[in-house]
């Protein structure tokens, strides 16, 4: 059963920084596209940033310049650095692997979600 546990989150200031960990387990990152979500209260799952199988990364617009999206073959992780934090980025986050199609990310939608790991931004 493939799981994802996500971590790293915690309560900053803004302009502050984190890095966001996700491992996998009955799953080979390397082989696949792996997205990171972010879900804020009361509003929808967001896709943030992804990555290919190479080295072709993506991000939203809101947080390009600030998110940073990697991947560690060796460990089978996939992070998420995040530097300049806003307060409205505040949320869980939570990562996934998928595939692109025609340049656009696409989670494997039969894979549950992770627990997340919670941002929270504020002075």
């Known amino acids: 059963q493939v799981q994802f546990v996500e971590s790293g989150g915690g309560s900053v200031q803004p302009g502050g920084s984190l890095r966001l960990s996700c491992l996998g387990s009955?799953?080979?990152?390397?082989?696949?596209?792996v997205g990171w979500y972010r879900q804020a209260p009361g509003k929808q799952r967001e896709l943030v940033a992804s990555?290919?199988?190479?080295?072709?990364?993506n991000s939203a617009d809101s947080v390009k310049g600030r998110f940073t999206i990697s991947r560690d073959e060796a460990r089978n992780a996939v992070y998420l650095q995040i530097n300049n934090l806003k307060p409205e980025d505040t949320a869980v986050y939570y990562c996934?692997?998928?595939?692109?199609?025609?340049?656009?990310?696409?989670?494997?939608?039969?894979?549950?979600w992770g627990q997340g790991t919670q941002v929270t931004v504020s002075s």
């Open positions: 990555i290919g199988i190479g080295i072709r990364t």
């Open positions: 996934t692997r998928g595939t692109y199609i025609s340049g656009t990310y696409y989670r494997t939608t039969n894979d549950y």
């Open positions: 009955g799953i080979t990152f390397s082989r696949y596209a």
